[in-house]
C-alpha cells in the first residue's frame, strides 16, 4: 500500500495542472536593444543559438535575438534509472516518450512553469529538492530545479546570471536576474526563461560573465529596443497555469492565426466570429492584435475605434496559416467600414 500511494504521489507531482485561460504562446520574429549595463558588472561579448552580446566602444552592450526555429533534430532516449532522489523520479516521469531533446526540455520547462510559484523569499532554501517540495522559488532557485530536471534525464544545462532591463511577466520587475542554458548537440547553447520565455530570451536579457550578482551595486538602463516578436500559434500540449512564450523548434502550425493591424496604428478592439458560432475579441494595443488557435473556415472580422465601428470584413481559411491584414481607418473616428 505505500508503495502503491508513493507512485500515486508521484504520478500527480509530474502531471501540469491545467490552465485557467492561460496560454503558451509561439513566438516569432526579433528583438534587439542596447543596455547600459550595472556600474562594474563583467559583460562580455557572447553569442549562442539566437542571442547575441556585442559591446560599443563607448560601454553600452547591444543584444539581439533571432526567434527562427531551432531546427534540432537531436534524439532523446531516458537514461537508465537510478532510483534516485525526487528530482530524478519526477524528471524521467515528465519526460518519459519525448520524441527529441526539443521536447523533452520543452515538457520540463512547462512542468516548471506550472507547478513552481514565483516569491522572493531569500530566506528559503534554493536548493532543487527543497524547491521541488515547497513549490515556491525566485530565480536562483526557479533555475537551479530546472537544470537538475534537465541534468536527471541527460540533458546538460547550466545556470545564467544575468540583468534584466524591463520586467519579468511573472516573475521579478527589472534588476539581476538567473536564467538557464541548455546544450543541443545539433544547435549548442540555447537560453530559457522557465518562468516566461522557453528556448529563448528576449533582448532586455544581460548575460553577465561572473555569477557574483549580489557584488554589484545600482542598476542598469534600457537605452533603446527595436521589439519586432509577435505570438504567431498556440503550443501544442495542456493549457498551462500561467502563460509564457515559446520558441518553436520547426516551422510547422498548430493552428491558424490572424494578426491585423490598424493604419494608423490607434487604439481599438477586434472581434472575429466564426460561421458556426463563437466569437472571440482582443485588444489592438498600439493599434495590433492577433487572434491563435483558428481552425479553418469562415469568419466575420469587427474593428471598433474611439468605441465605433471602424472595419467589417469577412474571412476564410482553408488551411493552418498565418494570415496578416491591415485595416485602413481614416482617424480611429469613421463609422461603418468595408466588407471582403
Not at 532523446?76 to 519526460?95: E, H, K, M, N, Q
Not at 534537465?150 to 547550466?158: D, H, K, M, S, T
Not at 530559457?192 to 553577465?208: C, G, M
Not at 501544442?236 to 491558424?256: D, H, L, S
Request: charged share 25%.
Amino acid at each position: 500500500m505505500r508503495a502503491l500511494a508513493a507512485a500515486v504521489a508521484l504520478l500527480a507531482l509530474a502531471l501540469p495542472r491545467p490552465g485557467a485561460g492561460a496560454e503558451a504562446r509561439v513566438v516569432a520574429g526579433s528583438d534587439a536593444a542596447e543596455i547600459s549595463p550595472p556600474a562594474g558588472a563583467v559583460v562580455r561579448p557572447y553569442e549562442n543559438a539566437g542571442y547575441r552580446l556585442t559591446l560599443a566602444p563607448d560601454g553600452a552592450t547591444r543584444v539581439e535575438v533571432d526567434l527562427d526555429p531551432i531546427g534540432s533534430r537531436a534524439p532523446f532516449a531516458l537514461p537508465a534509472a537510478d532510483g534516485g532522489a525526487t528530482v530524478s523520479r519526477v524528471a524521467r516521469a515528465i519526460a518519459a516518450g519525448s520524441g527529441g531533446r526539443y521536447e523533452a526540455v520543452s515538457r520540463l520547462l512547462a512542468w516548471v512553469a506550472a507547478n513552481v510559484s514565483y516569491d522572493l523569499d531569500r530566506a528559503a532554501d534554493q536548493a532543487p529538492e527543497a524547491v521541488l517540495e515547497r513549490r515556491t522559488a525566485y530565480c536562483t532557485g526557479l533555475a537551479r530545479l530546472s537544470v537538475a530536471l534537465l541534468g536527471a534525464v541527460g540533458i546538460e544545462a547550466r545556470e545564467v546570471p544575468g540583468y534584466v532591463a524591463e520586467p519579468v511577466p511573472g516573475g521579478p520587475g527589472a534588476g539581476f536576474h538567473r536564467w538557464i542554458e541548455v546544450w543541443y548537440p545539433d544547435r549548442g547553447w540555447v537560453f530559457s526563461d522557465p518562468i516566461s520565455s522557453h528556448h529563448f530570451v528576449p533582448a532586455t536579457y544581460l548575460r553577465i560573465d561572473d555569477p557574483r550578482l549580489e557584488s554589484y551595486p545600482g542598476a542598469g538602463l534600457l537605452v533603446a529596443r527595436e521589439d519586432r516578436m509577435q505570438d504567431v500559434d498556440l503550443a501544442p500540449g495542456p493549457a498551462p497555469v500561467r502563460p509564457f512564450r515559446v520558441r518553436p523548434n520547426e516551422g510547422t502550425r498548430q493552428a491558424a492565426a490572424l494578426l491585423v493591424r490598424l493604419a494608423p496604428a490607434v487604439e481599438g478592439a477586434a472581434t472575429l466570429e466564426g460561421a458556426t458560432g463563437g466569437v472571440r475579441t482582443v485588444s489592438l494595443a498600439g493599434g495590433r492584435g492577433v487572434f491563435l488557435g483558428l481552425e479553418p473556415g469562415r469568419y466575420e472580422l469587427k474593428v471598433r475605434t474611439a468605441g465605433r465601428l471602424a472595419a467589417w470584413k469577412r474571412l476564410t481559411f482553408r488551411d493552418r496559416v498565418l494570415a496578416e491584414l491591415e485595416v485602413p481607418v481614416e482617424d480611429g473616428r469613421g463609422e461603418g467600414g468595408t466588407r471582403r
